[in-house]
């Protein structure tokens, strides 16, 4: 199972960037999809979960700017994320949880994308 991101790059303080990651592979099925992120020096950080269902969880400090959706026809999960700060800049990685048989999950990341947000 491979997870690929895009989207990421380089924003102004205030700006709108969308993340998109994809999965490809021996997919029964995708449980939890969403986003993580880690900034230099700092531990990796949970940004957004959906958990299916309808059920999504946010970070605090992203709370009301950004929004996660998927398609699961695609396999894929995207992050809208809007009014950016600088302190949003890190390394965003895409995870999932993979249903790779009838009995058996695993968690699988992407390469990871760099969104800077410059002051």
């Known amino acids: 199972v491979q997870l690929v991101e895009s989207g990421g790059g380089l924003v102004q303080a205030g700006g709108s960037l969308r993340l998109s990651c994809a999965a490809s592979?021996?997919?029964?099925?995708?449980?939890?999809m969403g986003w993580y992120r880690q900034a230099p020096g700092m531990v990796r950080e949970l940004v957004a979960l959906?958990?299916?269902?309808?059920?999504?969880n946010y970070a605090d400090s992203v709370k009301g700017r950004f929004t996660i959706s998927r398609d699961d026809t695609k396999n894929a999960v995207y992050l809208q994320m809007s009014s950016l700060k600088p302190e949003d800049t890190a390394v965003y990685y895409c995870?999932?949880?993979?249903?790779?048989?009838?009995?058996?999950?695993?968690?699988?990341w992407g390469q990871g994308t760099q969104v800077t947000v410059s002051s």
């Open positions: 959906d958990l299916r269902g309808g059920v999504r």
């Open positions: 592979g021996s997919i029964f099925g995708i449980h939890r």
């Open positions: 995870f999932a949880n993979v249903l790779t048989s009838w009995t058996s999950t695993d968690d699988y």
